[in-house]
């Protein structure tokens, strides 16, 4: 699990939870499923209008992607290129096709398999870089979701504060029954806003960092296969993909075989 997603929605609602009840008043009204309904559906619906129910549903499945830590590949993804570079080196290209079972990441997988087949570089650039390209769109999708959602919760929610403000007047006859009715209309409000800034608008940029991630690792595995297809020096694999790493996480240099 993501302990940064988890403690900051923590925090979020403890620090909303502690203004509460700090307030000294009955913590009872900031419950209303009414205006949890007019928000959270309100949102959802307006969502629909302009998002195909197949998208929507596809990142729903995602949003655990939010949630969860992903262990860093890109230092066993170069360990695995100068592993191929060196065997590639000794006993020719087509030495690799032996090891393409054991390599588990599909995009890299389809690479080297390209590379064995003799396909020229600029074709094997063109098909991966096309293939991250529709990987990318549909990420952006995924984050356009939430970020519609992020959108709409704050708008419904100051309809349901509208509707709320409607009917309070309608029953100004009785004085006593303006101040709940005020304190109703408004938690609309405070749902929106609630909902907008510490769900949908943080996890749309948390799915945009993983997309900006994965994007990075496609692309460093690109010129990896591109480098044993042109047949580099393992060492001179090794220090280029090392460019996609931060200092701070990047391996040790590999000796030279």
Do not use: C, W
């Not at 999708?141 to 309809?159: D, E, H, T, V």
């Not at 960092?209 to 001179?236: C, D, F, W």
């Amino acid at each position: 699990m993501d302990l940064a997603t988890i403690l900051g929605i923590i925090i979020g609602m403890g620090l909303v939870i502690f203004t509460i009840l700090s307030g000294g008043g009955d913590a009872g009204i900031f419950i209303h499923i009414p205006s949890l309904a007019v928000v959270v559906g309100g949102s959802i619906a307006a969502t629909l209008v302009h998002t195909p129910l197949s998208d929507l549903i596809s990142t729903m499945k995602v949003v655990g992607n939010a949630f969860r830590v992903e262990e860093a590949k890109e230092p066993e993804i170069i360990e695995q290129f100068v592993d191929l570079a060196k065997k590639a080196r000794r006993e020719g290209i087509l030495a690799i096709d032996r090891e393409l079972g054991n390599i588990e990441d599909d995009f890299m997988r389809a690479g080297l398999e390209m590379a064995v087949d003799g396909s020229e570089p600029e074709t094997i650039r063109s098909v991966l870089e096309t293939e991250l390209q529709y990987l990318v769109e549909r990420h952006k999708r995924g984050k356009q979701i939430f970020s519609s959602l992020g959108m709409y919760a704050p708008s419904f929610g100051m309809i349901g504060t509208l509707i709320g403000l409607i009917a309070m007047l309608q029953n100004l006859d009785d004085p006593s029954n303006i101040g709940g009715g005020m304190s109703v209309a408004l938690i609309t409000t405070f749902y929106g806003s609630l909902f907008a800034n510490l769900f949908f608008l943080p996890i749309a940029g948390k799915l945009s960092n993983r997309s900006e991630e994965e994007t990075v690792r496609k692309e460093m595995i690109i010129e990896g296969v591109l480098a044993i297809q042109y047949g580099e020096h393992p060492k001179n694999i090794h220090r280029k993909l090392l460019n996609f790493i931060a200092p701070k996480n990047r391996p040790e240099e590999e000796e030279e075989d």
